[in-house]
């Protein structure tokens, strides 16, 4: 079992009967999701939304019933994985391009569980380039902006095209190095006209699950 994987079944463990469940995406929510569809085909009762297109069709095509937005109420928990943790638990998300809707999914969420192979635990955030959504209007002016912040940034490109997000926006991958103040660059995000949402995750993850090559599972609380 790869350490995506491990991380992932921990935490579906998490998971029970009548529970309201939000389902992260990437390559480690795919295999919670994998576990959950699972679960429910021996017969566990759930109801769940998706943070992204690619994992609601996973879902359905796994059987685990996917309820409306509009419908399901506050969820009870939220399974996703992370590009960077540290140990604050303040996440960098959105390397799958689904920051957006997550970070909505999550903040309705009652309790969030990331899941991570050791990789992305680190010291300090910004290594890995955060991705901050931008509307495609005047998106050369919102890009300026985010440069102004202090970083290199550059429009995120899929098949030789500018990526667009689930909700047809761009997403510039912004790289700071080092994210020393992580607080006061969220604020500093959002003040910038143009910007949807940017991929810093604080004071939102309960509870981190990190699997280890030398096969210890580390949980880190709140
Ligand atoms: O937009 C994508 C999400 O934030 C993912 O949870 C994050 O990028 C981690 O993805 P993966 O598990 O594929 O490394």
Same mark, same amino acid.
């Given at each position: 079992?790869?350490?995506?994987?491990?991380?992932?079944?921990?935490?579906?463990?998490?998971?029970?009967?009548?529970?309201?469940?939000?389902?992260?995406?990437?390559?480690?929510? /795919?295999?919670?999701?994998?576990?959950?569809?699972?679960?429910?085909?021996?017969?566990?009762?759930?109801?769940?939304?998706?943070?992204?297109?690619?994992?609601?069709?996973?879902?359905?095509?796994?059987?685990?019933?996917?309820?409306? @937005?509009?419908?399901?109420?506050?969820?009870?928990?939220?399974?996703?994985?992370?590009?960077?943790?540290?140990?604050?638990?303040?996440?960098?998300?959105?390397?799958?391009?689904?920051?957006?809707?997550?970070?909505?999914?999550?903040?309705?969420?009652?309790?969030?569980?990331?899941?991570?192979?050791?990789?992305?635990?680190?010291?300090?955030?910004?290594? @890995?380039?955060?991705?901050?959504?931008?509307?495609? @209007?005047?998106?050369?002016?919102?890009?300026?902006?985010?440069?102004?912040?202090?970083?290199?940034?550059?429009?995120?490109?899929?098949?030789?095209?500018? /990526?667009?997000?689930?909700?047809?926006?761009?997403?510039?991958?912004?790289?700071?190095?080092?994210?020393?103040?992580?607080?006061?660059?969220?604020?500093?995000?959002?003040?910038?006209?143009?910007?949807?949402?940017?991929?810093? @995750?604080?004071?939102?993850?309960?509870?981190?699950?990190?699997?280890?090559?030398?096969?210890?599972?580390?949980?880190?609380?709140?």
């Amino acid at each position: 079992m790869n350490l995506k994987q491990k991380a992932a079944e921990k935490a579906v463990e998490a998971i029970q009967d009548g529970m309201k469940v939000g389902l992260g995406t990437g390559s480690t929510a /795919y295999w919670a999701i994998q576990k959950i569809g699972e679960r429910v085909a021996q017969g566990l009762h759930i109801q769940a939304v998706a943070t992204s297109q690619a994992s609601e069709d996973l879902a359905r095509e796994l059987g685990i019933p996917i309820i409306p @937005f509009d419908q399901i109420g506050r969820l009870d928990v939220t399974i996703d994985g992370a590009d960077e943790v540290n140990e604050q638990l303040v996440l960098v998300k959105g390397g799958g391009g689904a920051l957006l809707r997550e970070k909505i999914v999550e903040s309705n969420s009652d309790r969030l569980i990331i899941i991570v192979d050791e990789s992305k635990d680190v010291k300090v955030l910004g290594t @890995f380039p955060l991705p901050v959504e931008v509307v495609p @209007f005047a998106s050369e002016w919102t890009l300026e902006a985010l440069r102004q912040t202090g970083c290199q940034a550059e429009w995120r490109i899929q098949d030789g095209e500018r /990526y667009l997000t689930d909700n047809g926006n761009y997403i510039a991958d912004c790289r700071y190095g080092t994210i020393e103040n992580p607080q006061e660059l969220e604020i500093r995000l959002n003040q910038i006209p143009g910007v949807v949402e940017n991929g810093l @995750f604080i004071n939102m993850a309960d509870q981190v699950i990190i699997a280890r090559a030398n096969g210890q599972i580390d949980i880190r609380n709140k």
